[in-house]
Each structure stands twice: as structure tokens, then as C-alpha cells.
């Protein structure tokens, strides 16, 4: 019987990878399928939804007796530093030991961070000797694993997005008052990181509302590093659930994606499932729906956006359908 163990990070917080399995865990589930994760997030609590880890020695001996147990192993890294490749490298080299493993590459980084570490170079492409099957959310991301000799037909690119659970979607408290104050209303997710392109967004905002006075931007995200100090019109809403950012997008005129780097953005997709004009970087190939702006140019990204306005309220929502045995497991062991 097919047994998965799900490992990488689980919310909180609420970011493109740990956000992706969640997602999947629930659809396991819901698919009759035994579904564990094991979260390695950094100081995660105790939850009845996942397993915490107490250190490396602590993490291998799971990873061991899950895998002795017959738990087929789905390993769910970022790629763009030394600890998701050393996860990696542990979960792939243990799942030898039963069913097997796959991996997963989320981010957009690894591809420059396996250019520019010799290290890295050498720590991945010992990892991708554990794994039959392995999915790049980008075709990217592909490219530096074939450029470590990892053959090409056990790669596959497979976009992270997954269609939302029945989870019922629930607008976060502060927001019904903040948005009655606001319109139109731009919303993004993000972490307060360079490669977010956080100013960029604020400029843009900025210079949006000499011709829309009453837009706002509603921004999720890493309650940690939330700013202070912003403007009334940029409702910086920190950390929130998935089911309420999904409600917060779902209210919005416009989706804004500005990043510098990204792998597949899950928010990107998720926005066009439920209708709402999304404006991207070109960073990375975006899906046809999206309407692009040249990464980070400012003045681009305000046209793209004025261009989108008027657009924001004939929506259909798209009803996107997963079959989660087939695209998740085929080929695995």
C-alpha cells in the first residue's frame, strides 16, 4: 500500500514551498492515501498535522524508521542554499533503504547558487544520485541539474501550483474595514526580501495613485519582518493562512508578482484559478494569463498595471483539476 512522507516546510509561515505542502498533503489524503510530513522548519511547535525535527541525528533516525516502515519519501527543497541540498542528500540517501524518494526543486535561486558554488555543485549532484525521479518547477532549474550530469529523462518540470483545498476561504479581520477605505485594491505575497522586489511594488503604488487616488496594496506575508512606517495605503497584513490569502486575492482588482527571482509562483497561478488579473515580473516564463512587465522597471510595471485596471472585474474563475497519483507518483519507486 502506498505510504507518503512528506518532507520540507510546513506553515507557519506561509510560504511558496511550505504553503505547496500543505496543499498536497491535504490532497493525498483526500485521495485515501497515509500522508505524514515531516517539517523542517526552523523552531516549528508541535501540530497533529506534521512530525518536528530535534536536530540531524533526530531527522535521520525518522527518516529511517519511516522509510523502514515502507513510507515512500517526497523530499520538498528551495535548492538556493547548503541545508536544502544536505536535506536532500540525507532523505535520498535513506530512502534507499525502502520504497525510494523523490525531489522536488522549488526556487528560482538554485539555479545561480549551483552556478556559483563549487560546493553546491558537488553536494547536489551527490543528492541527485539518490532520486529515480526529480521535479524542477522550471525548465531553469532543469537546465543546472543537466549541466551536473543528471540525466535527463529522470527529470521532469512540473509547475507547484495545486488546486485549493474545500477549505471554506475567510478574509482576514483587519481587512474588510481597511478596504472600504480603498479602491481599486492591488494585493501581493511575499517575504521581505530583496528578491521580492518589495520597493519596487511601494514606487509603483506610489505613482499609481496620482491618477488612482483611492488605490491601495494589501501585502502578505512574514509577519517577522513586516515594515513599519508605511502609508495607509499599504496595508502591510503580515502572515495570514492560506485560505485567507486566497479570500484576500479573490477581493482584489489586481494580483502583482515583482520579483527579481522566482522558480514557479504558486500565488501567480492561484490568482488566475480564481479569475483576478495578475500582473508578473518576466524574471521567469509566466503562464499565458499573466500579463508581463520587464523586471524591475518601475515604469513598466505601473503601465502594465493601469493597462490591467479596467479588467479587474470581469473575471472567471478557472477550474483547475489534479490527478494526484498520476502527476505525483508516477515513475516513483
Known sequence: ??????????PPPHGGVSVHVLTLQRLIEKSGIPCSVLNISRGSSTSDRYVSIRGPLH??????????????????????N???WLVAFVAGLVGVAGPGAMLTIHSGMSPAYLHERRSGRILAWGASKFYRHIIAVNSEIKAALCALSVPEARIEILPAFLPSSDAPMELPG???????????????????????????????????????PGLGCVVMGDSESRPTGLPPHVFAIGDVTHESCLAVIA???IFVRPTFSDGDAISVREAIALGTPVVASDVVRRPAEALCFKTGDARDLVSKIDFLLPYGKFRVRRKVKVKIKHVFFRGAP
Open 59 to 80: 531527522f535521520t533516525l525518522l527518516l529511517a524508521r519511516y522509510s523502514l516502515k515502507g513510507w515512500s519519501l517526497h523530499v520538498h527543497i528551495n535548492g538556493h
Open 251 to 253: 477581493r482584489s482588482d
Open 1 to 10: 500500500m502506498l505510504k507518503v512522507l512528506l518532507v520540507g516546510p510546513f
Open 174 to 212: 483587519d481587512f474588510e474595514s481597511w478596504s472600504r477605505a480603498h479602491h481599486p485594491i492591488i494585493s501581493t505575497a511575499l517575504f521581505y526580501r530583496p528578491e521580492y522586489g518589495f520597493g519596487l511594488l511601494v514606487q509603483a503604488i506610489s505613482d499609481l495613485r496620482q491618477k488612482h
Open 82 to 84: 547548503v541545508k536544502s
